[in-house]
């Protein structure tokens, strides 16, 4: 059975599918995101912080305007942008049996560069009050200035289509641990 013809967003595993309500409180919250570009049948990763705008149902990041991001986006401007989370992982007798933990939200979607001065001002602004709650806008930092966003990219992801999974156990599943506990320093 091919998936070609189906939805981008339908989640195979219906029964850890979460709804749109779940979607947005995880976008607002996560930690960072990864989107992938394409040059022609060439795809690319790009790992970033962003700023989800519930109003728009659009995502902003930032970057340089040069280099990968910025000219796959002015290419081709269709995008898939992701932000997961793990939690604990999930021993079992079987290798094939074991598990892990997660959270996450796939996003498909058309990104932009910025080009308007007052929507990247509110790009960045949105990033900022994520990422540096405690900072205040023009005490503890300077404004953002036309001068800056001449060397700054403002991406903003529009929201096609999205969906959001979750697998969690029960707290006492035997031997569950989290990676961190068992990662060894190289």
């Not at 991001?69 to 049996?97: H, I, Q």
Request: with cysteine.
């Amino acid at each position: 059975m091919t998936t070609s013809n189906q939805p981008l967003n339908k989640i195979r595993r219906s029964d850890r599918a979460k709804d749109d309500a779940w979607i947005r409180k995880f976008l607002l919250y996560g930690e960072v995101g990864t989107m992938a570009t394409a040059n022609g049948k060439q795809p690319f990763l790009v790992t970033r912080n962003y700023a989800y705008d519930d109003e728009r149902n659009a995502i902003y990041m930032h970057g340089a305007k040069k280099g990968r991001t910025f000219d796959n986006v002015k290419t081709n401007d269709k995008v898939c942008f992701s932000v997961s989370e793990m939690g604990r992982l999930l021993p079992a007798d079987e290798a094939l049996e074991v598990g892990v933990e997660y959270a996450g939200v796939i996003v498909f979607g058309r990104a932009a560069v910025v080009e308007d001065e007052a929507e990247a001002t509110h790009g960045l602004r949105l990033l900022m009050s994520k990422y540096f709650p405690h900072l205040e806008y023009g005490a503890d930092y300077a404004p953002i200035t036309p001068e800056g966003l001449k060397i700054t990219a403002v991406f903003r992801i529009d929201i096609e289509c999205w969906s959001g999974k979750e697998k969690k156990v029960e707290d006492d599943f035997p031997g569950a641990f989290y990676y961190k506990d068992v990662a060894h320093e190289a």
